[in-house]
């Protein structure tokens, strides 16, 4: 995803393209600088009028050296300096910052969690990240990979994730770790309206256990159960660390509606103390799938504001 | 514990005695209130350069309103407003604080993390405390009752806590939790040295476990791992969400001493991922018991300085 917005977070023009990760990091620059400076052009901006690009990448990263500093099975994108070589090619002072972090950002400004000033979110897709805003600031950390929040242990030695844990929220409540535990209880022998999808299509997507989980199917209702059941035991948990006045979900796997929040709500108010009375708000994000992209705008623009973060091109 | 403390944060005296919550809270505001006063007049301090008092208590509590909400099982407790008594019968402006956040600002302020400025701390007692700084300030989320870390979930559907919840980190790892989890397994026939403690003492307590791990017993082993497994997950857990440079443990649980340390820290190592080497330090907190009255007088100094947080008694 790549947006052109105004100094008011309007979009005023975006694409979207698989990023083809396995086509190696400098392909993956080269393509995003074409899709930029092909979107400045288009919509007839003048070049010296875009004043920062903000990046969302998955971490980990080093935010303030603007360095990728390893994606999860793809040796191209080691110590890979993301930010230098987007800006030095565009001619635009840019930003790195973690996707989630950005998309965090941009609910926090524009979307779900533009009136409050305390929120955590948690994007639901291929994996989990998080990020996680306290009076109005992100939260970085220590060393710049703070809010990695689908890596938070749910279950002493659990399932294992891909980052060499154990019992990550990750491998349970993502949209993969969703349907993987479907197809791990067909190849068990559990009987399931899912069988048949399997053979049609060959392997299944979050999508179809929610629609099976929603059309009555047992099997998809415990796979779902324990998704949401998972999200709610992490909800609690960001409720007894930093307390957020909301909860914000987004990713791809919210398209499956009020079954997904329904469910992660009624599992929170079950599992939650009973010591006070909790007034968190859990809800879905309202920009969609550009909230990513919103907010590394947002946070590029307030680093050119201030100053600071940016990196600048030489000449 | 009370502590009498000039604005260096140096102690000059300090006392301590048993709680005795079961005689209610005017009891307990009676008494603390009374040696304040000793406390003062013992040490030849005017009464008028006594600027505030800093009080440290379980909660949770409503901060801004100087009030204890909730203590588990102590019915007087609910809604007490613990600041404004103290406050108004002394006549000294008062603030309350958590007494986990109360240490941490005491470790933060000139112990274990000094010369940092992200930090979390454990309290390891009768229950699990917690405190975050972040950016050198201390996170009351958005209802006051952030950093109940004792009270983050580990595993799913896990063991019963008083707090309402099934799977608190304080269920498998506090000092109470500890000697618990060896009765238990005394009662299922589990062979131990521990036995005739037992049969010697009516019960355990932690200290006993730690002891007869260091003396080679395979229960108190298999119970001393438990706990470190624990609290490694847990720092794992907070690693990737505030990203803390160190995180501090403190209470009584600690004086089992390297054992202890040393088993949490292994446990870390093998558990955290490898996306990146991590550099965050755990260690003991080194102002031993005085952290918290240490932390509270800091706070409310620190109130008094700035002119915000500090209830002022009418006269």
Request: glycine share 16%; aromatic share 6%.
């Given at each position: 995803m790549l947006g052109l917005l105004d100094q008011d977070g309007s979009i005023i023009a975006n694409i979207s393209e698989p990023t083809q990760t396995q086509l190696g990091p400098i392909s993956l620059v080269e393509r995003m600088v074409k899709n930029c400076r092909d979107l400045i052009r288009q919509n007839n901006i003048p070049e010296d009028q875009v004043k920062a690009l903000g990046i969302g990448s998955p971490g980990p990263l080093s935010i303030s050296k603007g360095k990728v500093i390893n994606l999860c099975n793809l040796p191209g994108f080691v110590d890979f300096p993301l930010r230098s070589e987007m800006s030095q090619r565009l001619q635009i002072p840019a930003l790195l910052e973690n996707d989630a972090n950005a998309a965090c950002w941009g609910e926090f400004w524009l979307g779900a969690g533009r009136n409050i000033n305390n929120m955590v979110l948690y994007t639901l897709g291929t994996g989990i990240g998080g990020g996680i805003i306290i009076n109005g600031e992100?939260?970085?950390?220590?060393?710049?990979?703070?809010?990695?929040?689908?890596?938070?242990?749910?279950?002493?030695?659990?399932?294992?994730?891909a980052c060499g844990q154990h019992g990550c929220v990750e491998t349970y409540a993502s949209a993969n770790a969703t349907a993987a535990r479907a197809e791990e209880a067909l190849d068990q022998g559990t009987s399931s309206s899912l069988l048949a999808v399997r053979k049609r299509k060959g392997s299944l997507t979050s999508k179809d256990v929610f629609e099976h989980a929603a059309a009555g199917d047992n099997l998809a209702n415990e796979i779902v159960d324990g998704t949401c059941r998972s999200l709610a035991q992490v909800c609690v948990n960001m409720l007894h660390a930093t307390e957020p006045e909301m909860i914000v979900l987004t990713g791809g796997m919210i398209k499956a509606g009020d079954i997904l929040l329904d469910r992660v709500r009624s599992f929170f108010r079950h599992m939650i103390w009973n010591l006070k009375a909790e007034t968190m708000e859990i809800c879905y994000a309202t920009l969609g799938d550009n909230s990513g992209f919103i907010g590394a705008a947002g946070l590029a623009l307030d680093g050119?504001?201030?100053?600071?973060?940016?990196y600048s091109p030489g000449v």
């Open positions: 992100l939260v970085h950390g220590h060393d710049d990979n703070g809010a990695e929040l689908g890596h938070m242990i749910i279950q002493t030695d659990g399932r294992y994730c050119f504001r201030k100053g600071h973060r940016l």
